[in-house]
């Protein structure tokens, strides 16, 4: 059974760094786009940044210059780096794959189960 594990949020005072990583395990035949998304207390879940197994990389407009996204294809991992996190980071992070199951090959979307991230003022 594929399932994504996230590790890494925390509470960090503002202009203080976290690093955010997401491991996906199991029968695994291929990866695509991995990424983050987060969701703060009433409102809707949103992109943060995506990478691809090409390395093309998508951020969100808010976090360009602060964050930055990469991925180790060999160990099936998506790592965020978060530098300068201001009070309005604050949210649940949500890491997302694009993958194909071994013996399905099908690609599925896969979420892990979330992790917090506070950033106090």
């Known amino acids: 059974q594929v399932q994504l594990v996230e590790s890494g949020g925390g509470l960090v005072e503002a202009g203080g760094s976290l690093r955010l990583s997401c491991a996906a395990s199991?029968?695994?035949?291929?990866?695509?786009?991995m990424g983050w998304y987060r969701q703060a207390p009433g409102k809707q879940r949103e992109l943060v940044a995506t990478?691809?197994?090409?390395?093309?990389?998508h951020y969100e407009d808010s976090v360009k210059g602060r964050f930055t996204i990469s991925r180790a294809n060999t160990k099936n991992t998506v790592y965020l780096q978060m530098n300068s996190l201001k009070p309005e980071d604050t949210a649940v992070y949500y890491c997302?794959?694009?993958?194909?199951?071994?013996?399905?090959?099908?690609?599925?979307?896969?979420w892990g189960q979330g992790t917090q991230v506070t950033v106090s003022s």
């Open positions: 990478i691809d197994g090409g390395g093309r990389i």
């Open positions: 199991g029968s695994i035949w291929s990866v695509d786009v």
């Open positions: 997302y794959a694009d993958l194909a199951p071994y013996g399905d090959y099908r690609v599925y979307d896969y």
